[in-house]
């Protein structure tokens, strides 16, 4: 084939998910139970090899029942 017919591959972004009680995941779909009631800052981190984008949102939890 031409070089030019040759189409590198694009990069899926690194998913990871820090959910501020010590604990940690990676995917685009997660799930996870928090133990003890609090507040908590959850990090939602996706990365490329051209960028970086972090988001924050933080929760209560209230019951963990």
């Given at each position: ?23 940690s995941s990676s ?21 490329d090899a051209d ?11 209230n019951d963990t029942?």
């Amino acid at each position: 084939f031409p070089s030019h017919d040759i189409r590198p591959s694009v990069d899926q972004p690194k998913i990871e998910w820090r959910f501020g009680d010590g604990l940690s995941s990676s995917g685009s779909s997660v799930r996870h139970i928090y133990m003890q009631n609090g507040t908590y800052n959850v990090v939602l981190t996706l990365s490329d090899a051209d960028s970086t984008v972090v988001s924050n949102i933080t929760i209560k939890v209230n019951d963990t029942k």
